[in-house]
């Protein structure tokens, strides 16, 4: 079992700046790739970023040259650097890890993520 803790979210405004944090803990030997989502109310989960576990990246389109995604596996943290946060940024921020070898995925309770205009 793996368990995932986001902290870092709050409230910003617009062109602001937020950096959240997910920290790992029980079988961190079965993690592989990870990632943040998000999810606006209303609306389905989106991708905002993944990383695998040799550091190889992707990004969501509407986070492009925005978003930072990193991780550090001695810490068993991964983080995300947000930068020029728009109100559209606005969403519940959720933590994913790719655990048991890669057949099961595991989710953080979320982090809120508000931004005002």
């Known amino acids: 079992q793996v368990q995932l803790v986001e902290s870092g979210g709050g409230l910003v405004q617009a062109g602001g700046s937020l950096r959240l944090s997910c920290a790992a803990s029980?079988?961190?030997?079965?993690?592989?790739?990870m990632g943040w989502y998000r999810q606006a109310p209303g609306k389905q989960r989106e991708l905002v970023a993944r990383?695998?576990?040799?550091?190889?990246?992707t990004y969501g389109d509407s986070v492009k040259d925005r978003f930072t995604i990193s991780r550090d596996n001695a810490k068993n943290t991964m983080y995300l650097q947000m930068n020029s946060l728009r109100p559209e940024d606005t969403a519940v921020y959720y933590c994913?890890?790719?655990?048991?070898?890669?057949?099961?995925?595991?989710w953080g309770q979320g982090t809120q993520v508000t931004v005002s205009s």
């Open positions: 029980g079988n961190i030997l079965s993690i592989g790739g």
């Open positions: 990383i695998s576990r040799r550091g190889t990246i």
């Open positions: 994913n890890a790719e655990g048991d070898w890669g057949r099961v995925d595991y």
